[in-house]
């Protein structure tokens, strides 16, 4: 199934294909089954429309927030967006069956999957009503990167993935949630917060394996949390903080200023 979503490559095909089977396995674990997890080769990259066009970020064309453009743009961005985590969570059930994981990984990254396949579509739904669409942009190339970096490191794809990069998501969310409240534009502000309620429990998911894996192996979880992002995470962590919705999601205050600081100097 995940090996299915990572090779569709058509946006809404791929979401849609995720939710089908994000509605399989629930139905069931409803039923009190146990699924095989079975093992799967996901490919190195997930396959992706032939539109949007992706550059280097230099590249991509910077848009005044203010404006229809800006907001269109911001629109498309969080598409992008979407459309990988809907990746990233399938490849981390496919890329990782070789550790003895519980049930409730799966269904944890189930859930997520199925819910940016929901929040891909809802972007895509506002583009549209907006006049556009998503890959009538260029988009960023370098969101993959992340997940080919940690291809065999399991606790690297959490500390990186849910932890710092969804993470950064529960951060700038209100922001722009304000930005489509100033230009009134309701179903924008309605699919902006069904996002930002749900991607606290993507962080939260990362949270409580990395913290898991961190128990199974005797290991410090702040020190082994600060190592990884070191080794994997290219980018900064650069505050101001949603230190409350971290906190509800199990990211605690120790784990990302000691890095944001760092990368002051
Ligand atoms: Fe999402
Ligand atoms: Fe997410």
Redesign the pocket.
Known sequence: MAVAVLTTANGREKATLSRQYAAQWQAARKEGQTPAIGSATPPLRPSRPEKPELLDPRDVPHRKPGSEAGRIALLHAVAH??LN?VDLHWDIIARFTDTKLPMGFYDDWVKAAD??SK??NLMCDCLESLGSHYGALPAHAGMWRAAEDTVDDLMGRLAVVPMVL?AR?LDVTPGMIKIFKQAKLSQVIEALET?YA??VH?VAYGSKWFHFLCGRHDLDPTGVFHDLVRKYFHGQLKPPFNEEKRAEAGIPPDFYWPLAAEAKV
């Open positions: 967006i979407e985590a819910e940016e929040h891909f969804e998501g996002i749900e991607e993507h």
